[in-house]
């Protein structure tokens, strides 16, 4: 069964750096999507992503991120300089559709320190 | 907007009784609604989806989830629980936002905790 693989599955950085998390989405999948989830929280929507730009975006999607997919297969969110508030499990999920197919990473978990 | 609520944070039940975890969303259009499960350090697995077909839906592992549109409701059922059952469980909901992309809104989770 198709999979949508991230990596790396745990990264830890100082505050102030820049991260990149990389996400390979399913291969004939057309929308593409980045969440998080807070240590003990909720699920978050970050960003959705279609035709190479953002179609959507959360509150929590400042200026601090940013999304590519530098070349037809990956799927990367990036964090310019990190906080200790950005500590969170993220998640890439891809969809064919709407949300037929829609299926999410296993997450990477970024610990900020 | 779409919000999702899940009532009781913590549900314990025994080995072999019935789980029931709650779910009502407000939405100003049809809905899709989805259950997720999530075990410690693991990602999110779809247990089930509605997309406006039969309101009664079935998942894996034994599951299944009623669209309930009078009741805005979307309730998570299996008749006897296992031990491997224990996990976090998220409800959503989606609807289709700009561009044709359906993001996801997740509720708070509720943990089932099955004792023996």
């Known amino acids: 069964e198709p999979e949508v693989t991230q990596t790396p599955s745990h990264q830890v950085t100082q505050m102030g750096q820049e991260v990149i998390l990389r996400c390979v989405p399913i291969?004939?999948?057309?929308?593409f999507y980045w969440y998080r989830q807070i240590l003990g929280q909720k699920v978050e929507f970050l960003v959705s992503f279609y035709n190479n730009e953002i179609s959507e975006k959360s509150e929590i999607f400042d200026d601090q991120f940013s999304v590519e997919r530098p070349d037809g297969s990956n799927f990367t969110l990036k964090i310019r300089s990190t906080k200790l508030e950005d500590s969170a499990m993220y998640f890439c999920?891809?969809?064919?559709?709407?949300?037929?197919?829609?299926?999410f990473g296993s997450g990477t978990r970024l610990t900020v320190v | 907007a779409q919000s999702v609520t899940q009532l009781g944070s913590h549900v314990s039940v025994s080995e072999g009784a019935l789980v029931l975890l709650r779910c009502n969303y407000s939405s100003s259009v049809p809905p899709y609604l989805f259950w997720y499960v999530q075990y410690p350090n693991q990602g999110l697995q779809l247990l089930l989806k509605y997309t406006s077909a039969a309101t009664l839906v079935k998942g894996i592992n034994g599951f299944e989830a009623e669209f309930k549109k009078s009741e805005t409701s979307f309730h998570l059922t299996k008749p006897s629980a296992h031990m491997s059952d224990a996990a976090e469980y998220f409800c959503?909901?989606?609807?289709?936002?700009?561009?044709?992309?359906?993001?996801?809104?997740f509720g708070k989770g509720t943990l089932l905790t099955v004792n023996p």
């Open positions: 959503a909901v989606s609807l289709r936002g700009g561009g044709s992309n359906y993001k996801l809104t």
């Open positions: 999920a891809s969809s064919l559709q709407g949300v037929y197919g829609y299926t």
């Open positions: 291969s004939n999948h057309l929308y």
